[in-house]
């Protein structure tokens, strides 16, 4: 590829991720489109793409670029993580952990990954599988609100209410604006 396509196409990489940063998903998934028709081959175009798509509510078209991004670099556990995402958002469950599973497999400090797996053990009510991600999540990144969040919920569905407690209140520590931390507190009957 000639040197001043391959600037462009940073260019264009670059500024669909200052877009994605903004929430601008429309702006970025034209961005990426004018990277993959620079160049095709490009895996993190479709990775952010699908990224775009996942929050436009678009998971079809995400997956086909988590697809994509995956053929062109099978090692990419954003790609399989991601699309784990899209999966599980649209109730493949199953799939959505299998691909956790392999992110973790690639990338075994992936916070994200051990994160969003233990959202999908909840879903299948497989309370103690979520737990034990979410910790191993909290140990991989600490200031994970999420992960604390959700943990307390899971315990709080297992009637672990001091645990759940606890968790919302490390919610509250990372990020002292968060309602759904300070509803969680109400609901279990504690001032926040």
Same mark, same amino acid.
């Given at each position: 590829?000639?040197?001043?396509?391959?600037?462009?196409?940073?260019?264009?990489?670059?500024? #669909?991720?200052?877009?994605?940063?903004?929430?601008?998903?429309?702006?970025?998934?034209?961005?990426?489109? %004018?990277?993959?028709?620079?160049?095709?081959?490009?895996?993190?175009?479709?990775?952010?793409?699908?990224?775009?798509?996942?929050? %436009? #509510?678009?998971?079809?078209?995400?997956?086909?670029?988590?697809?994509?991004?995956?053929?062109?670099?099978?090692?990419?556990?954003?790609?399989?993580?991601?699309?784990?995402?899209?999966?599980?958002?649209? #109730?493949?469950?199953?799939?959505?952990?299998?691909?956790?599973? %392999?992110?973790?497999?690639?990338?075994?400090?992936?916070?994200?990954?051990?994160?969003?797996?233990?959202?999908?053990?909840?879903?299948?009510?497989?309370?103690?599988?979520?737990?034990?991600?979410?910790?191993?999540?909290? %140990?991989?990144?600490?200031?994970?609100?999420?992960?604390?969040?959700?943990?307390?919920?899971?315990?709080?569905?297992?009637?672990?209410?001091?645990?759940?407690?606890?968790?919302?209140?490390?919610?509250?520590?990372?990020?002292?604006?968060?309602?759904?931390?300070?509803?969680?507190?109400?609901?279990?009957?504690?001032?926040?």
């Amino acid at each position: 590829m000639p040197e001043s396509v391959q600037e462009t196409a940073r260019t264009h990489l670059d500024h #669909g991720r200052a877009c994605l940063d903004k929430g601008k998903y429309d702006d970025a998934i034209a961005d990426y489109d %004018k990277v993959i028709a620079l160049n095709p081959n490009i895996a993190t175009a479709y990775t952010n793409r699908g990224f775009a798509y996942g929050r %436009k #509510g678009a998971f079809d078209r995400a997956i086909a670029d988590y697809d994509k991004a995956i053929a062109l670099d099978p090692n990419d556990a954003l790609a399989y993580t991601n699309r784990g995402v899209a999966y599980r958002k649209k #109730g493949e469950v199953d799939r959505a952990i299998a691909d956790y599973d %392999k992110a973790i497999a690639l990338d075994p400090n992936d916070a994200l990954a051990y994160a969003n797996r233990g959202v999908a053990y909840r879903k299948k009510s497989e309370v103690d599988r979520a737990i034990a991600d979410y910790d191993k999540a909290i %140990k991989l990144n600490p200031e994970d609100a999420a992960a604390y969040f959700n943990r307390a919920l899971a315990h709080e569905s297992k009637g672990e209410v001091d645990r759940a407690i606890a968790d919302f209140r490390k919610v509250l520590e990372i990020d002292p604006s968060d309602q759904d931390a300070k509803e969680g507190l109400k609901h279990l009957g504690v001032t926040p």
